[in-house]
């Protein structure tokens, strides 16, 4: 019953989603009595968001009670699973996956018509048209090409589990994490559309701007957290060490990125200075483009990883037909009506509004190289080569491009609007550029066997942590406003992960040996004695448990590295062991016994390698600041506040 | 100008869409080409892996004839399978030597005895060593290598039916 109630609700949803389109469009039209019908746009939105939540509920039911009933559950869950991994089974899978999408990309059409109130009629009747229409063409996918409620006959007697890489807390949370991201920008595309079509008068773009922002900024606070812990999830469930790969899988995660990093700094200028409007516009087209171009290559197979899902060449060309539909269709709109939008504001070369147009094209060729990065093997397989673009290609070509950014950073932040001169700003930031720029040539002339690339990330992002807390020099730090609180955070945040990555990079220390139990080995300041093996057993797995016993200084700590079995469908995983220490941490991996009765042991330390994802989740924190600061919520607690001292 | 500029974009996606469909609706081809074709075989003596049939050693190889080399075990259920499409290589006159992967002398007589010999001579690889060496990944396996002992073409997984006559011409034509 779960099941057909299910279905039933999309084909409503799928229905409404339709009318929402209708009646927006509706509300663009010259006749009076066909724009009234506009009005029922915001009802309508609402009611679709809440019928699709409604039916990704039901899917949630099912696999809670395990309904072997239905071919998507008794093809990715097991009765056997912990209840945690069975909700996450839910949306582990591409029907699951497609259904979560749509519910994000409803909600958000939803969240528009609730809370939307600066915005003109017009406008807003065209933004929820555009993502009325972007909902209704996934709908299609979802009822034509993957129903993910369609039931198996007979009923199957036992699951067919999930890849057991997958069963792992953080990894739960992380797809609808990206997909908020994702989706979120989904409602930055409608916006853009929206303004495209009915983008008038001056008050209007900055309307649009100021609508758009917080659901850019929300986006992409849920896009950094999301990369930040995927990386962390590849580098201590994969056990290579290594916390970024530029595999397909976290390129297809970092292009919308960079594209809603740049949106996010564009709309700003759009929102306070009316500046930058083709730009913000474009970006927000890319930003979701790419989440949709990123989440199509992963799924669909034409890049290996471990992302795709069966896809059958039918969903493949059924989902690239939406793409180019949907892309197309808003740089069709963009070439159509652009020319017809005027710049908005001037400014200076050397300004603020300067800086975030560098700012803009630093991070849109960054966005470039990875993108070309990613899709150069599959045009170089058309042509008939083979070939897999790797690491050396991404860190030489984006890598010196992002430290152009970062030394950007210690000057952009500190401009004034419109018009400024290097001469006004103050003395110290130069003084921390120049140190820093000095300080890695010395490191590299000084220093044996130290690289470019490191010595400048090292020197810059330590410069950076202080140039980046200049901008609240000289200010009350009481009457700092919410908003530049947010990017100092958010730009401090870059400095420690940079200042991680080059850390990390530079000084990390590996060791790869053979010991039988009660040997011992080094690894940096770390002494490791091999302890012996010993069998365990989990819910749905097996293991055998390696013993260290890591000794630094005084202290001594146990580290325990797994070689696991799964049963359902049969599997073996490494499960690395860390130790986190203030300044670094030690990674083990335990590996094959060798035939004398020895056990194969991957050791790493690794300086201050925390401070990646930790950086990366300062940066997140920095744009809550900024999304809280801007909101209803402060005002209404001094409100409280006031009225609880009355 | 400007209004080329502005189309710009879209045209960039309908390449890159367009790439994307080709490659959708292109063959998947998943073979994957091995590092050993054109590469002489690695050094290695094996012993006899069971009474009456020679060990195997590189030297064996390179002998002026071509030869289908072998990876296989008794304790190895697609090896049964693949075991009358070696005798018929055999009896196409194709010289068939093998390499024993972990296995004990009395299972692979009982292995021969049960499905055949179509082996000329068999190395015994008690510790897999020669086939770590070899790039192979698997059982069974088969390295079709010439006269001078230089690999032309690996082949992973059963040798089905349809394969003998091809790999009978693939190495008559061999030097």
Known sequence: MIAEAGLLLLWLAAGLALLQAVTGFAGLARRDDVVALGLAVRPVAIVHGVLCAVAFLCLIALFARTDLSVALVANNSHSAKPMLFKLAGAWGNHEGSMLLWLTILAIGGAGVALFERRLGARMLSATLAAQALLAFGFYAFLLFASNPFARLNPAASEGAGLNPLLQDPGLAFHPPTLYFGYVGLSVAFSFAVGALLAGRTKDDWRDFARAMRPWVLAAWIFLTVGIAAGSYWAYYELGWGGWWFWDPVENASLMPWLAATALLHSVSVTANRDGLRAWTIMLAVVAFSMSMIGTFIVRSGLLTSVHSFAVDPTRGVFILALLAIYIGGALALFGWRIGKVSSGATFAGISREGALVANNLLLSVILGIVLIGTFYPIAAEALGHRLSVGPPYFNRTAGPIALLLVALLFVGPLLRWRSDRPGRLPKIAWVLLAAAVIAAIALVATVPATTLLPAFGLALGIGLALASLVPLAGRSLRRTPGATWGMVVAHFGVAVALIGMASNAAFTEERLVALAPGQSTSVGPWRVDFTGVEPIAGPNWTAIEGGLAARYGDRIDRLTPQLRSFFTPPTETSEAALLTRWNGQLYAVLGQPTEDGRWQLRLWWKPFVTLIWFGGLLVALGGAIALVARSRVPGAIRRLVARIRS | ?175
């Open chain 2, 1 to 175: 100008m400007k209004r080329v500029l502005f189309w710009i974009p879209l045209m960039l996606v309908g390449l890159l869409l367009g790439l994307m469909l080709r490659q959708l609706e292109a063959p998947r081809d998943e073979a994957v080409a091995s590092h050993w074709v054109d590469q002489p075989m690695p050094a290695f003596a094996l012993p006899p892996a069971t009474d009456g049939v020679a060990g195997l050693s590189t030297a064996d190889l390179a002998t002026g004839t071509p030869h289908l080399v072998n990876i296989f075990a008794s304790w190895c259920v697609p090896c049964r399978v693949e075991a009358p499409q070696l005798e018929a290589l055999k009896a196409r006159g194709v010289d068939v030597v093998g390499i024993a992967i972990r296995d004990k002398p009395e299972d692979v007589a009982a292995f021969l005895a049960e499905y055949g010999n179509p082996y000329s001579r068999i190395g015994s690889d008690v510790d897999s060593n020669v086939q770590i060496a070899m790039g192979s990944s698997g059982v069974p396996e088969s390295f079709l290598v010439d006269g001078r002992g230089i690999v032309r073409e690996q082949i992973q997984g059963v040798i089905l039916e349809q394969d003998v006559d091809r790999i009978a011409r693939a190495l008559e034509a061999l030097p």
